[in-house]
């Protein structure tokens, strides 16, 4: 539950070495970046419709929600839909390095692309 001093530097230095030794990336801190540079310097266009709330009284009427896939209910939990607004589609604010956890990524983002080309 809890722990102090003189025990807590064993799991510091723990953690210190894992950090220090992990392989490095700023792809995540440049994605991010990326994505506000664009919202900073345009009128951000509308969410699209299917990914706008659409659970109140009315939201069907506005178009709101229809058409939804869940991705939950598709394999690899990933369904081909519009995620951006229509002007910023095709757009890629990550892109993965080629070290550690993020080799795994780019290669799960290639199949699903690949699967999105079938």
Same mark, same amino acid.
Request: aromatic share 10%; net charge neutral; proline share 8%.
């Given at each position: 539950?809890?722990? =102090? !001093?003189?025990?807590?530097? #064993?799991?510091?230095?723990? +953690? /210190?070495?894992?950090? +220090?030794? /992990?392989?490095?990336?700023?792809?995540? #801190? !440049?994605?991010?970046?990326?994505?506000? %540079?664009?919202?900073?310097?345009?009128?951000?266009?509308?969410?699209?419709? @299917?990914?706008?709330?659409? @659970?109140?009284?009315?939201?069907?009427?506005?178009?709101? =929600? #229809? =058409?939804?896939?869940?991705? @939950?209910?598709?394999?690899? @939990?990933?369904?081909?839909?519009?995620?951006?607004?229509?002007?910023?589609?095709? !757009?890629?604010?990550?892109?993965?390095?080629?070290?550690?956890?993020?080799? %795994? #990524?780019?290669?799960?983002?290639?199949?699903?692309?690949?699967? %999105? %080309?079938?």
């Amino acid at each position: 539950e809890r722990l =102090g !001093m003189p025990e807590a530097r #064993i799991v510091l230095a723990q +953690a /210190a070495a894992y950090v +220090a030794c /992990a392989p490095k990336s700023n792809s995540a #801190i !440049m994605a991010v970046d990326k994505a506000l %540079e664009l919202v900073r310097s345009d009128k951000t266009p509308p969410v699209p419709a @299917h990914l706008q709330d659409s @659970h109140y009284k009315g939201s069907a009427k506005l178009g709101r =929600g #229809i =058409g939804y896939k869940y991705a @939950h209910d598709y394999p690899d @939990h990933y369904v081909d839909q519009q995620y951006l607004p229509d002007p910023y589609v095709g !757009m890629r604010f990550y892109q993965p390095d080629d070290q550690g956890y993020e080799k %795994e #990524i780019n290669a799960y983002l290639k199949k699903i692309r690949q699967q %999105e %080309e079938n």
